[in-house]
């Protein structure tokens, strides 16, 4: 096996598993919560969103955004092949629907909770803050999702192009 075949599969594993997460978490986790009452979902939501800030999370989510440029450049070659344009539009996709969809809305929706002081508001205002998070959040959840599902299929079928050659 080569450093770039390697490199590739490393990197498809990387997609997988986070389009797996938010995959997952679309289909299940939003569900259950949107069942709680408002303050059992606010505190639901505190926990997750502390509990996913972890070495294995952030090895994988970060692993892409490491991964997936190395795949592509080393993939580069003039003419520029089917399989190098496949891995520089799965790259920007994961780049731009997955990390920033995650950079520039979902941690600043989890900042904002996260500071939300729970014990100290009131049913009302514990119903807003939840109006305010929970729509927003899960629909920059289902970009990210899309966006992670949409950069693997493109890593699979290069994966595929690999070994027609």
Request: hydrophobic share 50%; charged share 10%; with cysteine.
């Amino acid at each position: 096996m080569t450093f770039h075949n390697i490199v590739l599969a490393s990197a498809t594993t990387c997609t997988v598993l986070m389009a797996g997460l938010l995959f997952s978490y679309s289909c299940s986790v939003v569900l259950g919560l949107k069942t709680l009452p408002d303050q059992e979902y606010i505190m639901s939501m505190q926990a997750i969103n502390k509990a996913i800030q972890n070495p294995v999370f952030f090895i994988v989510f970060m692993g892409c955004l490491v991964l997936l440029p190395l795949c592509t450049y080393l993939n580069y070659s003039i003419p520029p092949s089917n399989q190098f344009w496949l891995l520089l539009t799965s790259t920007i996709l994961y780049f731009v629907g997955v990390f920033g969809t995650t950079a520039i809305g979902n941690i600043p929706l989890n900042n904002s909770l996260d500071k939300f002081n729970l014990l100290n508001s009131s049913k009302e205002a514990i119903s807003s803050q939840r109006a305010i998070f929970e729509n927003r959040w899960n629909s920059l959840n289902m970009i990210r999702t899309i966006a992670s599902i949409g950069s693997l299929v493109l890593l699979i079928i290069a994966c595929m192009n690999l070994y027609e050659k």
